[in-house]
């Protein structure tokens, strides 16, 4: 480090594991003049230290020592490199270690800050209180201990404080050791680190310091502690860091003041732990002696604000006495006699006065009184606390008004006084404080006065201030831009996933875009992140924002990014449009939980948004490594999934109409997301499982046919279509409007629903709800009149109505795949001819027609339906495991159609279509998921597959393990591929069902089989005949295959399977809920024939789109476009559900325990305050008692006296007192 670095004193760029740059930084001071001491007969120096211990160079200047009367610790002392620093170890005290440095009292205040931040890794404070005062042996009342205990260590740790003292076993420093230790038995370890104890103490009082020395520094040094030392000069084992201010002397006091005071000074400049102000330092004076003057002095003339304790003693009495009861003289008049430099005689006489009755045996009064002199002019800093008036609860609030009555003095008159106190209530998180002494109803705020605090409450996780600043009035819109937003973003800590996920794309822009732009995160990688988390659930957030059209590709969007953000960027200063959404998302990627359920409770939406929320914090979940992070995020998800069920079951309980048209809407501030799309990639399975959720993908899957319709008779319908004509189905039938007036005359809704339109009795009125609508307010009709959409022929009516329902489109898929199977089997069975010319056969030729169909229909479904590319397309596709089964099927007939084309490899065809034949069998397990009752097993039965594959893998083990050792044991040599293979593993895998070869292993046994020991023969393939040496351990090892494989393993996966049933038995109905609307949305989505006839669906389809360019109603799933006044509309009736949901919750949580012991909690600190009060004026009618009775006893006195003399002669007797209390009872 550089000359300038050291004068300036960082450390801050010094390596953290290495500490021997410590000794360069800060030195110790050591004696170098020998002045002598007076009473000590020559033996010691005023420095404390004897002649003998001085170095040579300090007892050789004879004439220097000759002229000094008085020590000097800046003359008589130099500096050398510090031996004393580390971690201390208190012997027998089974506390934490803590960090300790010698230095020299003219060390400069910012190295010292740099090692207690960057090095002892102390957190920066919020506060810094500086209790001094109560030094040696002097007692401490009770009531002060009741404020340390109680109030100055409950503030400290609700404000993250730092308190310093002097960190010695005496005085005040041992009670404040206490009063920490005693209170961290009551809170738990989190809190107890936001109070950081510092002693700063002179190194030549401190006993035992010989055992911290070490010029390589103690990690740790022993400290031993006499257990004798209660009021004694060692260190206190309850502090978590001590500066030894060493000024050469030894034994004497006072050392220390002027370092501790410029520290203060420093960190008083400093940002606090929440950035947002500086740190407020107060000084704190309890008690104390008359040499602490010195430093009250030298601290005021520094504008450092101080609280006396009035009443505990000492100097804080007099100090009190002073500010509270001496006033000023007055000033004389102008053009009167010559005014005198010197202060007032008067003043003066009166602070003399005082300090005689405080100090009576105080001798040298004359600087004493210069001392209180100049600390009377900054009396304006001096605050004085009454504790019988005040109250210990209320400390910290204290400490709040005296800060804030300190800085009134040191800000222009323009500041809003009220301002510096919201603005330290929010760095210490205290919003009761702000609630009871700022928004009560007397002070009107600006905007600009709550734009710091609004800053810092965000950025630093205090949603009960946000919350606090809008009830009174803020308007978000006004704070919130997209510059802010973009602050915030760069404001999330380094630690938190979401900061690493947004620097990588960052650094990837900066990186393709090979610029040098500062590295501030924008909205395009905000946007670049949510499209990554959100995938295709919704349109990219933020791209109108930019300009980036949606539709270019990924490069032409990346370079129009990297045009905008090198440019001006105008819009950092346009007004976010999203405001509350764009807060939500920004608290739920960092995880944070009461500040993203307040952020929603603000926003629109809100099932949709809760919904989100999930999606994110699940995406999150995923790419977090630490165990507990993940466990958060992913319990916040599931708390936003809960929120999203219940408010829509709120919706479901008022509406059901309308919270069918919620699910199915699409959201403009989403992107285009619907609800149940959103639940379908956040996997909010709890979500689909809502009655209402079911209600309407029933009413999807049966379309206008009723719920409940037999099978059979779709089925009868679909081979003789005439009957759809007839009654044989029954269809949903709608009122007219005239009976749907007439229904809510007879029975109203209630007041909301009365504001939100008629009812919608199906899915297809949904659909059609809004044209109406539309279509009413271009044409609004005549009284009379009713509005209708153009009828079609009733047997065009019912033909649409039966044929477009998916459940017609599944049962004849259904149907049609049971006559494929049945085909194929045929085929294989019966019917597969030889290669041609003599084959194929016909119904093997319909076959692959049929396949064919099939393999057009994967080809619609991935590449034709959507608006996606092709590689997304294909991505999506292959993401559902059943259309894996599908290309596995297609690809396996494929396959053996070649194979089975041409004689060499006929066999090998046939075999691969009998294989595939399995595969397209097994691909009804998917078709029967929506049942009610197979649907969860077939659940059940995909888990206890992956857990199959886990035994299978052990027992693979054990089997290669004992097939391989018991081939070796039986046969010397065997090396025939094929009898390896059925010896080594389908031998023993056989012996788990119970085949057993006994004759074979057992050589006891006879066994009728030719066998060899030529080496010739067995080459050539014969059998070789078995080795008998080891058979006994061949038997063994059986026996212990068949304990293994067939109790403990078989068994263990038993249990596993029993235990996976268990766990989704519980939840089968939840999980066959979700899976059966995959099934839904596949059909629903279908042409309406099935294979082979679906070809001429594929033809019409071709016409319509290709040819004719009619627009699919399929395209998008469960995807409805509502006009913009139906959209608000839907919005506030969402909204009023939302705040009918959070009202019932908030009564449920004033209903609880927890809640009712606070509310009964608060009662019983009113009641301790008014008997406090009680108590006080009980003490002063005592003392008003007290001086009546004096009075009374003198006036007594004065009339007996006057009775007597002859001066006053009157012929009245003068009363008495009996007579007086006998007028008046008599009265």
Not at 146 to 154: I, S, Y
Request: some cysteine; proline content about 3%; aromatic content about 10%.
């Amino acid at each position: 480090m550089d000359e300038k670095d050291v004068e300036e004193g960082g450390v801050g760029a010094m390596s953290k594991t290495d500490l021997s740059w410590i000794p360069v930084f800060f030195k110790k001071r050591v004696c170098t003049t020998f002045v002598e001491d007076s009473f000590s007969n020559g033996r010691l120096c005023q420095c404390g230290v004897a002649r003998d211990a001085h170095h040579s160079v300090a007892l050789g200047d004879y004439f220097s020592t000759a002229i000094v009367s008085l020590w000097d610790s800046a003359q008589h002392s130099s500096e050398q490199p510090t031996d004393a620093y580390g971690e201390l170890e208190f012997a027998g005290a089974g506390k934490r270690h803590s960090s300790f440095l010698r230095l020299s009292s003219s060390t400069h205040p910012s190295r010292v800050y740099d090692i207690m931040t960057a090095h002892w890794k102390l957190t920066q404070p919020n506060l810094v209180v500086s209790v001094v005062g109560g030094e040696g042996r002097s007692k401490v009342t009770g009531w002060v201990r009741d404020v340390l205990k109680q109030g100055l260590v409950k503030a400290a740790q609700s404000t993250g404080a730092w308190i310093i003292t002097s960190g010695l076993r005496e005085g005040i420093g041992r009670y404040v050791g206490e009063a920490v230790r005693d209170h961290a038995t009551a809170v738990s370890s989190v809190a107890l680190n936001k109070v950081v104890l510092i002693g700063i103490s002179p190194w030549g009082l401190v006993q035992n310091r010989q055992q911290l020395l070490n010029d390589e520094g103690s990690f740790p040094a022993k400290y031993y502690v006499s257990n004798t030392s209660r009021n004694s000069c060692y260190l206190d084992n309850n502090y978590k860091a001590f500066l030894l201010v060493d000024d050469g002397s030894v034994g004497r006091k006072g050392g220390e003041v002027s370092f501790r005071a410029r520290l203060e000074d420093y960190i008083s400049r400093q940002r606090s732990g929440s950035g947002s102000i500086d740190v407020p330092v107060l000084c704190m004076l309890i008690s104390g002696e008359v040499a602490m003057l010195e430093a009250l002095d030298v601290s005021v003339k520094n504008a450092m604000p101080w609280l006396v304790l009035a009443g505990s003693g000492g100097i804080a009495n007099l100090v009190s006495d002073i500010v509270e009861n001496v006033q000023s003289a007055p000033k004389p008049p102008p053009g009167g006699a010559e005014e005198e430099v010197t202060p007032n005689m008067e003043l003066r006489e009166r602070m003399a006065e005082k300090l005689k009755m405080h100090f009576p045996s105080e001798r040298e009064t004359d600087k004493l009184v210069d001392k209180l002199l100049s600390i009377y002019q900054n009396k304006d800093l001096i605050f004085i606390y009454h504790a019988e008036q005040e109250g210990v609860d209320d400390f910290d609030t204290v400490l709040l008004k005296t800060l804030v009555q300190a800085s009134k003095h040191r800000v222009s008159g323009a500041t809003n006084p009220y301002a510096d106190e919201l603005r330290l209530a929010v760095t210490w998180n205290r919003v009761d404080i702000a609630k009871s002494e700022l928004f009560n109803g007397n002070i009107q705020w600006k905007y600009q006065d709550l734009e710091d605090s609004i800053t810092d409450a965000l950025q630093n996780n205090k949603p009960q201030f946000l919350r606090l600043f809008i009830d009174n009035g803020l308007n978000i819109l006004d704070y919130m831009t997209y510059g802010r937003l973009e602050d915030l973003y760069n404001s999330i800590p380094e630690n938190c996933l979401a900061n690493s996920l947004l620097q990588h794309l960052l650094g990837v822009r900066l990186n393709e875009a090979n610029t040098k732009h500062p590295k501030k995160i924008s909205l395009y990688e905000v946007s670049h992140l949510l499209e990554n988390l959100l995938g295709e659930v919704c349109l990219p957030f933020y791209t109108s924002v930019l300009s980036l059209g949606t539709q270019s590709s990924k490069r032409k969007v990346f370079k129009k990014a990297c045009e905008v953000l090198q440019g001006s960027c105008k819009y950092r200063e346009e007004w976010c449009r999203h405001a509350w959404l764009s807060l939500f998302i920004w608290a739920v990627l960092q995880n944070r939980s009461e500040m993203a359920i307040f952020f929603w409770e603000m926003c629109g939406e809100s099932v949709l948004t809760a919904l989100g929320g999930c999606k994110l914090l699940r995406e999150l979940s995923k790419l977090e490594n630490e165990t507990e992070a993940k466990l958060s995020i992913r319990d916040l998800a599931l708390k936003f999934e809960y929120m999203a069920h219940d408010v829509f079951s709120t919706c479901y309980q008022t509406k059901a109409s309308y919270s069918f048209k919620l699910l199915i809407r699409k959201s403009q501030v989403w992107g285009n997301a619907t609800c149940l799309k959103m639940a379908m990639a956040a996997d909010a399975r709890l979500f689909f499982s809502h009655d209402g959720v079911q209600s309407l993908l029933s009413q999807i899957w049966w379309g206008d046919m009723e719920r409940g319709t037999a099978a059979w008779k779709v089925i009868l319908t679909m081979l003789i279509p005439p009957l759809c004509c007839t009654n044989l189905i029954e269809f949903r039938k709608v009122e007219n409007v005239e009976e749907v007036k007439s229904s809510q005359v007879s029975n109203p809704a209630s007041e909301a629903d009365c504001h939100y339109g008629e009812t919608v009795f199906s899915f297809s009125d949904i659909k059609h709800h809004d044209a109406e609508q539309e279509d009413s307010n271009i044409r609004p009709p005549t009284k009379g009149t009713m509005i209708h959409r153009k009828k079609q022929p009733f047997v065009i009516t019912r033909w649409k109505k039966f044929w477009y329902a998916p459940v017609t489109s599944f049962l004849g898929n259904l149907l049609m795949y049971f006559i494929f199977l049945f085909l194929y089997a045929y085929v294989l069975l019966v019917d597969f001819k030889p290669p041609p010319p003599e084959g194929p056969a016909a119904s093997e030729y319909v076959l692959y027609f049929w396949v064919f169909t099939i393999v057009c229909e994967e080809i619609r479904e991935t590449f034709i339906v959507g608006s996606k590319t092709v590689a997304q397309r294909l991505l999506l596709y292959f993401q559902d495991v059943w259309n894996k089964f599908d290309v596995l099927a297609i690809s396996l007939f494929i396959a053996g159609l070649c194979c089975r084309m041409f004689n060499w490899s006929f066999s090998i065809g046939r075999g691969i279509l009998c294989m595939d034949y399995m595969v397209f069998t097994l691909r009804l397990i998917h078709i029967f998921t929506v049942h009610r009752q197979l649907g969860p097993k077939i659940i059940i039965l995909g888990k206890m597959i992956k857990d199959a594959f886990f035994f299978l893998f052990f027992l693979g083990l054990w089997l290669s393990a004992y097939g391989v050792a018991n081939q070796a044991l039986l046969y010397t040599y065997d090396p025939s591929p094929d009898r390896l293979f059925r010896r080594v593993l389908y031998r023993p895998y056989l012996h788990i069902f119970g085949q057993i070869p006994v004759e074979e292993i057992d050589t006891g046994k006879s066994w009728d089989r030719d066998c060899t020991d030529n080496l010739t023969l067995i080459d050539g393939g014969e059998e070789p005949c078995r080795d008998t040496t080891h058979n006994w351990l061949v038997v063994i090892l059986l026996v212990v295959f068949l304990l293994v494989t067939n109790i403990l393993l078989v068994n263990l996966l038993i249990a596993t399977f029993s235990y996976t049933f268990s766990k989704v038995q519980e939840r089968s109905d939840t999980y066959w809920k979700f899976q059966r609307y995959n099934l839904i949305v596949e059909y629903h989505s279908r042409p309406t024939l099935a294979p082979p006839f679906i070809i001429l669906s594929h033809i019409n389809l071709l016409i319509k789109r290709r040819l004719r360019k009619v627009p699919s109603t399929k395209i998008q799933h469960f995807a409805l476009d509502i006009n913009l006044k139906t959209a608000n509309k839907l919005e506030k009736w969402e909204a009023l559900q939302k705040e009918n949901f959070l009202s019932v919750e908030s009564k449920k949580i004033r209903g609880t325990d927890t809640e009712r012991l606070k509310r009964m909690n608060a009662k019983v600190d009113v009641v301790v305050k008014q008997v406090a009060e009680i108590r006080d004026v009980d003490r002063r009618l005592r003392a008003l008692e007290t001086e009546m009775e004096f009075c009374t006893s003198s006036l007594q006195w004065i009339m007996e006296a006057l009775s007597q003399s002859s001066v006053v002669k009157t012929s009245k007797v003068h009363p008495s007192r009996k007579a007086i209390i006998q007028t008046s009872l008599e009265k």
